[in-house]
């Protein structure tokens, strides 16, 4: 009788550990994404936004789904072929622009590609500008990314005075989602390695874009210019 006694205060304690190892990883999942979104930055560094925090969930899906890199010079005709289906076709990648302005700095852009099919999903087009060109902007000499000349982009290596969005598509809002994410993860790495960095200059085309410059307090600062700009620095 009190070995049997002694078997089932040893299952019970054995089902005991079990169900608090899986109550401590079950309150970790819930609580992870939350102790996530706390201290993931949300503030601004100077004045601007940096990141969104998404949840590990969120994090995880895009993952399994997407691949991320940048383009190489075998990409342009693809690029320039893609169609968004999303937004209505605003602005007309030129091949050849497109190539040189590559050859100048491959990490102006990010591709998003399905895992499942490796068809692109979406890209974003981010230039970091020189003093020039940020003067050339402010001044209303320049009011649209393709009149930026190719001296006026900073190679990978060079310091940038300000950032110049040009381009986000995504085929649907799960594409477009992990790019804003992409897109505020590199400018925070671009930030830091440029600390003296004052503009994120846009010029909005469609009524998103002019929501998401809304949101996130972009002025415009020419009457004669449709570019907005969110300071970095003050």
Not at 14 to 21: C, F, G, H, K
Not at 117 to 129: D, K, N, V
Request: charged share 25%.
């Amino acid at each position: 009788m009190l070995v049997v006694i002694e078997q089932r205060l040893r299952v019970r304690a054995s089902l005991s550990r079990v169900i608090s190892a899986r109550l401590a990883r079950l309150a970790g999942l819930i609580l992870l994404p939350l102790v996530l979104r706390a201290t993931i930055p949300r503030a601004s560094e100077g004045g601007f936004l940096l990141t969104d925090a998404i949840s590990t969930r969120m994090l995880r899906r895009f993952l399994r789904q997407y691949t991320i890199h940048y383009p190489d010079l075998n990409s342009v005709d693809e690029i320039c072929a893609f169609d968004d289906r999303i937004l209505e076709r605003t602005a007309n990648v030129d091949s050849t622009l497109l190539t040189r302005r590559l050859v100048i700095n491959n990490q102006i852009m990010r591709l998003l590609r399905k895992k499942s099919t490796s068809e692109l999903a979406g890209y974003y087009l981010l230039y970091p500008i020189n003093r020039e060109c940020e003067m050339l902007i402010e001044d209303g000499r320049i009011l649209k990314s393709s009149q930026i000349t190719d001296d006026l982009i900073c190679s990978g290596g060079a310091r940038a005075a300000s950032l110049y969005l040009s381009m986000v598509y995504g085929v649907d809002r799960i594409s477009q989602g992990f790019l804003i994410h992409l897109l505020y993860k590199d400018i925070r790495e671009i930030i830091r390695k440029n600390p003296d960095m004052r503009s994120l200059f846009v010029r909005p085309v469609t009524p998103a874009g002019f929501r998401a410059v809304e949101k996130h307090e972009f002025k415009k600062f020419r009457e004669d210019s449709g570019i907005f700009r969110r300071l970095i620095s003050l």
